[in-house]
């Protein structure tokens, strides 16, 4: 999952948007050609913004023993960094599946629970807290 770090540090490098599509695109190929369709150019986005949205190793390697790629591609698509927050926790927390996850963002608004300042101060706060690696 850390392929979209070195699509953006070492490939990209640059955030000059025409230029860094035009790599992606071209990588996209090479990449497709040799291992598979995994590798589309919408594919590599999204690999790229889960890199940007989960930057913490520790994180990531805590949340990928509990949820499926599937569910970050479901949570990639939330721009609002609290709210994705919110959701990855209760991924975990609450055993949710893709389904029931892509169900709870179209009805459930976490805002009224997110509120709250004693919440609002966990969430923003404690990514690294709540997802702690197990030692």
């Given at each position: 999952m850390r392929f979209g770090k070195?699509?953006?540090q070492e490939i990209v490098k640059q955030d000059r948007a025409e230029y860094g599509?035009?790599?992606i695109d071209y990588v996209s190929k090479q990449?497709?050609?040799e291992y598979g369709r995994d590798?589309?150019?919408s594919s590599l986005f999204r690999m790229i913004q889960?890199?940007?949205y989960y930057p913490d190793n520790e994180i990531v390697a805590s949340?990928?023993?509990?949820l499926l790629w599937t569910h970050f591609v479901e949570l990639i698509k939330i721009k609002d960094p609290l709210k994705r927050d919110f959701y990855t926790k209760m991924c975990v927390s609450e055993r949710w599946s893709v389904r029931t996850l892509k169900g709870r963002i179209d009805s459930v608004d976490p805002l009224p629970y997110l509120k709250t300042?004693?919440?609002r101060g966990c969430f923003?706060?404690?990514?690294s807290f709540c997802f702690r690696v197990e030692t």
């Amino acid at each position: 999952m850390r392929f979209g770090k070195i699509i953006k540090q070492e490939i990209v490098k640059q955030d000059r948007a025409e230029y860094g599509k035009q790599i992606i695109d071209y990588v996209s190929k090479q990449l497709t050609l040799e291992y598979g369709r995994d590798f589309s150019r919408s594919s590599l986005f999204r690999m790229i913004q889960f890199f940007e949205y989960y930057p913490d190793n520790e994180i990531v390697a805590s949340l990928m023993r509990q949820l499926l790629w599937t569910h970050f591609v479901e949570l990639i698509k939330i721009k609002d960094p609290l709210k994705r927050d919110f959701y990855t926790k209760m991924c975990v927390s609450e055993r949710w599946s893709v389904r029931t996850l892509k169900g709870r963002i179209d009805s459930v608004d976490p805002l009224p629970y997110l509120k709250t300042t004693r919440l609002r101060g966990c969430f923003k706060a404690s990514m690294s807290f709540c997802f702690r690696v197990e030692t």
